[in-house]
T-cell receptor, first 111, second 113 residues
């Protein structure tokens, strides 16, 4: 399977802890996106990379959030000092010259 | 503010009939529109897209119509099949879908056998 993969699929953490998620895009895709989806809502854009450069960040991405894409391949999204409001599905997508293809997501629950 | 709106949270359609899902947008800068389908515990799957230079795009059982003056698009599925039961998201971007996508809140489609 050469689709977008995300790890872990589920994460339960206590408030105040740090968490890190990983996304592996489709190998020939140079763009990588992070979105967040909460219950009853559509995915909301967080940030995106072209190769290793982070080109845009949403105002939703507070300073507790940081994303990296070293070497333009996989990406990580870290959330520091998690809050209950961070509970959501975190989706990664990648694209080449066309549409964005999504991974299965990481469901984060902050207790 | 919600720049992409799907006003029907749910829709039920008899198998074999036509399903019509609607979407409205407010941002005049949007020039590329997409429909995604989502099953539980999976990420959204791309279905079909349309550029603002067109008013219709067809792919098999799926057709998307765009009315730029009304800032409205719709997805037609015909004939509807039980496997089409899912949540459908409308999305828009200012730039061929390679830029950030703005999603609607989704419509849950249920196909009744």
């Amino acid at each position: 399977d050469t689709g977008v993969s995300q790890d872990p699929r589920h994460k339960i953490t206590k408030r105040g802890q740090n968490v890190t998620f990983r996304c592996d895009p489709i190998s020939e895709h140079n763009r990588l996106y992070w979105y967040r989806q909460t219950l009853g809502q559509g995915p909301e854009f967080l940030t995106y990379f072209q190769n290793e450069a982070q080109l845009e960040k949403s105002r939703l991405l507070s300073d507790r959030f940081s994303a990296e894409r070293p070497k333009g391949s996989f990406s990580t999204l870290e959330i520091q000092r998690t809050e209950q409001g961070d509970s959501a599905m975190y989706l990664c997508a990648s694209s080449g010259d066309g549409e964005q293809y999504f991974g299965p997501g990481t469901r984060l629950t902050v207790t | 503010d919600q720049q992409v709106k799907q006003n029907s949270p749910s829709l039920s359609v008899q198998e074999g009939r036509i399903s019509i899902l609607n979407c409205d947008y407010t941002n005049s800068m949007f020039d590329y529109f997409l429909w995604y389908k989502k099953y539980p515990a999976e990420g959204p799957t791309f279905l079909i897209s349309i550029s603002s230079i067109k008013d219709k795009n067809e792919d098999g059982r799926f057709t998307v119509f765009l009315n730029k003056s009304a800032k409205h698009l719709s997805l037609h599925i015909v004939p509807s099949q039980p496997g089409d039961s899912a949540v459908y998201f409308c999305a828009a971007s200012a730039g061929f879908g390679n830029e950030k996508l703005t999603f609607g809140t989704g419509t849950r489609l249920t196909i009744i056998p």
